[in-house]
């Protein structure tokens, strides 16, 4: 008895799911693309990646991890332009730190770690 109550009930709700959603047609569409007003020119010069935070505010904001003896142009989005900030790099492991204090972010800010 219980199993064909069971039974019925789990017909019962595929057969609502399937006439909810069946003839239902969705579009799908990606929205605009931000720009940012400033970005950070990063070199890393260490033989392991970094994490690049944006410090504004008090808070750390994560922008980006950024390999090993490479170089990235990484925009800094969700903070305005002319604003002061500190940047921070932190290695993969955890063990070293290396930051920038009382950036102004205009244009395209240089920035080689270490």
Not at 36 to 42: F, G, I, P, Q, R
Not at 56 to 66: H, M, P, Y
Not at 73 to 87: D, E, F, K, Y
Request: aromatic share 6%; proline share 3%.
């Amino acid at each position: 008895m219980k199993k064909t109550i069971a039974f019925a009930a789990a017909v019962l709700a595929l057969s609502g799911c399937g006439a909810m959603g069946g003839g239902r047609q969705i579009e799908v569409r990606t929205g605009p693309t931000v720009q940012a007003d400033v970005s950070v020119h990063l070199t890393n010069n260490l033989t392991q990646a970094v994490n690049f935070y944006v410090v504004s505010g008090g808070s750390d904001i994560f922008v980006k991890q950024v390999g090993s003896n490479s170089t990235e142009n990484v925009p800094i989005l969700g903070v305005a332009a002319g604003s002061t900030v500190t940047l921070k790099a932190v290695t993969v492991d955890g063990s070293r730190t290396y930051t920038r204090d009382n950036v102004a972010l205009n244009g395209v800010y240089e920035w080689k770690v270490p």
